[in-house]
């Protein structure tokens, strides 16, 4: 089938502005929007530039916003999409060169909420021991690519990027309820403050962009509730 | 929307920002059962048109419902002026803007709750 594609592209060398740009492409129903891209960069337009790596949804490379949600572009497949579909780069972040974003300040937030296993105390002799029940409290949010979805979906964010973001808060989420971790109190302070889970407005656009389909806004109010539990 | 810097501004304010979650959650709570509640006496148990000056003057003779009103106000202000704290917070980014609207928000808040407490303590039925 003929699909129509526009894309909003930029040229930082030379344009000042974004510009939607409308190709054509023959595609199968069941391609995915990554094929089609392909195709145009492939023989159509060898400039066209986006991220792509797995092309199985593992990555995290190719979230943007398809047809006005975010979405994984080697997951959505076009027949799901129509004939006319648009695909713009993420919201919230500067824009490198057509889909490519600056994904810089999206790693920084992460790295902010220390997303890795903090524990001091002696090893065991054996390994650090977990019940399925243990390990089941934080499964959702081990599941995270770190797609940014989420978080250039989120209207908190896109008011104030200082929010630290829905993704940083679900990999925070990850080792706060891991039984093994200790480094809690390393984190509650960026996550109890201002640009931290309570910029968060419970308004849901997290959870419908996730491509994992991690229950995000719930992993989010998890960590409110750990808050007020810690504090109180 | 570029940020002039990666590195994060350092956290703080975190206690009363978790507080104010807290509160508005509480609040919110109440404010629902008891604007029920005021529309329940106001609106169904009694009908609008005996609603007058002496129906109000009689139900504040009794102390209960000054501050059952009282409460209402309070909570009202509070937890709508923090709403706005809010709001305010997300959009408007200048400094200067800021800590303007902020602080009219908070004039605003507290010229109404003075006013509300000043009229409920001192009414005195005059007719
Ligand atoms: S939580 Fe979901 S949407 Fe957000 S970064 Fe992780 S995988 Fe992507
Ligand atoms: S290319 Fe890896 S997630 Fe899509």
Redesign the pocket.
């Known amino acids: 089938m003929k699909v129509e594609l526009f894309i909003r592209r930029f040229n930082p060398e030379t344009d000042t502005k974004s510009r939607m740009v409308r190709y054509e492409v023959e595609v199968e129903p069941t391609d995915r929007l990554l094929d089609a891209l392909n195709a145009i960069k492939w023989y159509q337009d060898g400039t066209l530039t986006f991220r792509k790596s797995c092309a199985h949804g593992i990555c995290?490379s190719d979230?943007m916003l398809i047809n006005g949600v975010?979405r994984l572009a080697c997951k959505v497949l076009i027949k799901d999409l129509g004939d006319r579909i648009t695909v713009e780069p993420l919201r919230g972040f500067r824009v490198i060169k057509d889909l490519v974003v600056d994904m810089e300040p999206f790693f920084a937030a992460y790295r902010s909420v220390k997303p890795y296993l903090i524990n001091d105390e002696p090893a065991p002799r054996t390994e650090r021991r977990q019940s399925p029940e243990e390990r089941e409290r934080f499964d959702d949010?081990t599941?995270?690519?770190?797609?940014?979805?989420?978080?250039t979906?989120c209207p908190s964010f896109w008011a104030n990027e200082d929010y630290i973001g829905?993704?940083a808060i679900?990999?925070a989420h990850r080792f706060l309820f891991d039984s093994r971790d200790r480094g809690a109190a390393e984190r509650v302070d960026i996550l109890n403050s201002k640009f931290g889970v309570w910029r968060c407005r419970t308004i849901f656009n997290?959870a419908d962009?996730?491509?994992?389909g991690?229950e995000?806004t719930r992993?989010i109010q998890d960590v409110k509730r750990f808050l007020l539990n810690a504090r109180i | 929307m570029a940020r002039s810097s990666y590195s994060r501004q350092r956290p703080m304010g975190g206690g009363f920002e978790l507080f104010a979650w807290y509160f508005m959650r509480i609040s919110g709570l109440l404010l629902v059962l008891m604007a029920l509640g005021h529309i329940v006496i106001m609106h169904i148990i009694n009908s609008v048109e005996v609603i007058n000056y002496a129906f109000v003057a009689r139900r504040w003779a009794v102390p209960f419902w000054r501050v059952y009103d009282w409460i209402l106000l309070a909570l009202g202000v509070l937890h709508g002026s923090n709403g706005i704290r809010v709001v305010i917070d997300d959009y408007v980014h200048h400094r200067g803007w800021r800590a303007f609207c902020t602080s009219a928000l908070y004039v605003l808040a507290f010229v109404l709750l003075v006013m509300g407490t000043e009229v409920l303590l001192t009414f005195t039925p005059g007719v």
Do not use: M, Q
Not at chain 1, 209 to 212: E, G, T, V
């Open positions: 995290g979230a975010n949010t599941k995270c690519i770190l797609c940014a979805a989420c978080t979906s829905p993704a679900v990999n997290c962009a996730c491509p994992r991690i995000v992993a």
